[in-house]
């Protein structure tokens, strides 16, 4: 069984989004959609400003086949977790965002303060989980803090957005890191302007 086409399309434009919006580097990050109990994710290693319907696997959420593991992103553990405890979430964003990622170092939640921001994202908490990747603890504990949240941080890792489809949990991940990097340079100009 295969993930329909048209929501691999709406992942592969995703993922050219969040490469063109400097969410990910060239080979950083992963994506997945639901459909049924089929998951289609992106392969280990793929480019996600360049996807193809090749960079996806198709994996059964209960009985996957281990040799399609193989190819699937090392994240695999941490996507099927999460679909198993949420049953609500149909798409799942992963990405590396640098204002995101330096607010999960310093703060336990980070709280937008733009309007938008604060709409889109009321807050995102940040969960420390070791190791930080490709666990099914991690998967587990992002399951949890995805129930009030629809962008959890991962100290020392990125960021997670999930959510019904892909458009929105991609409009939840660029806001986030938006508004991070608004909140962060306020912080300069503050600096700067008190001096």
Excluded: C
């Excluded at 703060?107 to 940040?126: C, H, L, R, S």
């Amino acid at each position: 069984m295969r993930v329909v086409r048209t929501l691999i399309d709406e992942l592969i434009q995703a993922g050219r989004i969040l490469y063109e919006q400097r969410l990910v580097d060239s080979h950083s990050g992963n994506l997945s959609v639901r459909d049924g109990r089929t998951v289609a994710i992106t392969r280990t290693g793929a480019r996600l400003g360049y996807l193809s319907y090749h960079d996806f696997v198709h994996l059964d959420l209960d009985r996957p086949d281990p040799h399609l593991i193989e190819r699937a992103s090392r994240e695999w553990p941490v996507h099927r977790a999460v679909y198993h405890a949420l049953a609500d979430v149909q798409v799942i964003l992963h990405a590396h965002p640098v204002y995101l990622n330096v607010w999960a170092w310093r703060v336990d939640t980070f709280v937008p303060d733009d309007i938008e921001g604060k709409y889109y994202i009321p807050q995102a908490p940040v969960i420390e989980v070791d190791p930080p990747t490709a666990t099914t603890a991690l998967g587990e504990a992002l399951a949890n803090a995805l129930r009030n949240a629809r962008v959890v941080l991962v100290r020392h890792h990125g960021a997670f957005a999930a959510g019904p489809d892909v458009d929105r949990a991609l409009k939840w991940l660029v806001a986030a890191e938006r508004s991070a990097q608004m909140k962060y340079l306020h912080l300069i100009l503050q600096s700067v302007l008190s001096e």
